[in-house]
């Protein structure tokens, strides 16, 4: 993606940058987002078609001709779903395998295995972190709830003491660690790199989720003391499968991308050379592109041939996994095409100008927008996507780590108090046996605890780095 000076978002034929222009902008910015939110919360309106909309409206509001207003839509849902698309349809194949292989249950009941009494939370954790990063947040729910509900019942533990870390590491995995679509979406909105991002955020969402997890289960068992409800056990996807692969390969395929795009991002650090042999080498399979499709192709061995898939059940798999998907890539095209006419109507001068006349630091800023956009519509991937392109004029001229630390701070913001308007919150009351109350005291508490401490982590890496 290539970035926009101030100066070019100025010339932008859709808007002069004049005082007057940045009060009517500011109340056209409102007035996009409001019709978003409406259509969202009270309509319940699909977040493709509100995005699309608002976007139009944010045209018509800022005073920009119509046929400008499309154009510049159009050119975002474009470049959005060119930059992402393809690495949201590899991570849903990488799921869909790692699900339907039984590898999934084959990492849960080898850690389980050796997990006892107190370390139990932990091993909740883990499980769902590893798990949860190749799979989208509401099919690493169905995953792991049936572990989660025959742990708490056969072991008779606290189902909050074993939910709460699960959920945990679910959640910091969809809000801060790509390929998952929120933060790819913000990389390249914010033009950051993905590598750096993914190494920034693994080392925020490592205390985060511990203090989130197995912390905060043991106040949230207090509070909320429920069974595991008996009818919300569902069948797990290897009960049906004669083998599944083998514990190794299977964590092996997982973490295949990850050490890719570490590596990268590791040497482009220490070697900084695009000359170099090496760095080249590691440009190539190190882009989020190479090192998940290289993840899927082993994976097609490792777990769908080792759970004895033929090849006509792989293939069907792949298919199958794609549909699924097909509303996350058109609310990510839209907010793209938001995005892109944020940009063009002048959003940047404006928020530029806010920033420095009310000395709020960016990460802030950042973390406030996504927090505001969260609450309002319910939607964490809207959040993100709405934030990135209201910020995304002060990520010019930062550096990889700047970016990055930007990137994360929205996706922090982006899981601040998920309540009713959200889907995973019912999601989450459904499946626990719980009330409206006891969702919020356990599960939205969560959420917020996730968004301020990881904020608090974002900010004290930038201090350091």
């Known amino acids: 993606m290539t970035s926009l000076s101030v100066e070019t978002l100025a010339a932008d034929p859709l808007a002069p940058i004049t005082s007057a222009g940045n009060a009517q902008l500011g109340i056209a910015v409102l007035a996009g987002i409001a019709v978003i939110v409406l259509l ?48 949201i349809a590899l991570g849903a194949i990488l799921g869909k395998l790692l699900a339907d292989s039984g590898g999934g249950d084959q990492i849960v009941d080898t850690i389980l295995a050796r997990a006892k009494g107190s370390t139990m939370p932990w091993a909740m954790v883990l499980i769902a972190s590893v798990i949860g990063l190749p799979l989208f ?91 595991a409800p008996e009818n919300m056990i569902p069948a797990r996807p290897s009960e049906d499968l004669d083998k599944r692969p083998g514990f190794g390969a299977t964590v092996f395929t997982v973490l295949l991308p990850v050490v890719l795009m570490l590596s990268n991002a590791l040497v482009e650090i220490v070697i900084d050379d695009p000359e170099n042999p090496v760095q080249k080498v590691t440009d190539v399979i190190g882009s989020p592109l190479i090192a998940l499709l290289a993840a899927v192709l082993v994976g097609l061995f490792t777990l769908g041939r080792a759970a004895g898939f033929t090849k006509d059940r ?74 990135a392109g209201l910020v995304a004029p002060l990520a010019v001229g ?55 401490v990881g904020l608090v982590f974002v900010l004290l890496l930038s201090l350091v780095l």
């Not at 008779?156 to 969809?174: F, K, T």
């Not at 913001?413 to 999601?427: K, P, Q, R």
């Open 40 to 87: 969202i919360t009270k309509y319940k309106m699909h977040a493709f078609l509100a995005l699309t909309i608002g976007s139009l409206a944010l045209g018509a509001f800022a005073g920009a001709p119509l046929g400008k207003a499309i154009e510049s839509f159009s050119k975002g849902l474009g470049s959005t779903v060119a930059g992402v698309g393809v690495l």
């Open 137 to 227: 947040f509401e099919v690493g729910i169905v995953l792991l709830i049936p572990v989660v509900l025959m742990v708490a019942k056969r072991g008779n533990y606290s189902l909050m003491r074993i939910g709460i870390p699960a959920l945990a590491g679910l959640s910091v995995m969809h809000g801060l660690i790509p390929p998952h679509p929120g933060p790819l979406v913000a990389i390249d909105a914010l033009d950051a790199n993905l590598g750096v991002t993914l190494a920034l955020g693994v080392l925020v969402s490592i205390p985060t989720v511990i203090i989130a997890g197995p912390v905060f289960a043991k106040y949230a068992a207090r509070w909320v003391d429920v069974p």
């Open 314 to 387: 792989i293939s069907s798999t792949v298919e199958k996994s794609l549909a699924p998907i097909a509303g996350v890539l058109m609310i990510v095209g839209a907010g793209g095409g938001f995005k892109q006419t944020l940009i063009d109507v002048g959003v940047g001068q404006m928020i530029l100008d806010f920033s420095e006349n009310w000395s709020i630091p960016t990460l802030l800023l950042a973390w406030l927008i996504a927090v505001a956009i969260r609450l309002a519509t319910g939607s964490a991937t809207v959040a993100t996507i709405s934030a």
């Open 398 to 452: 930062m550096s990889s780590t700047e970016s990055a630390l930007l990137v994360l701070a929205i996706g922090c913001g982006s899981l601040f108090f998920s309540h009713v308007n959200d889907a995973g919150f019912w999601l989450v009351k459904e499946y626990f046996g719980m009330d409206v109350g006891q969702t919020i005291k356990t599960w939205s508490v969560m959420e917020t605890i996730i968004s301020v």
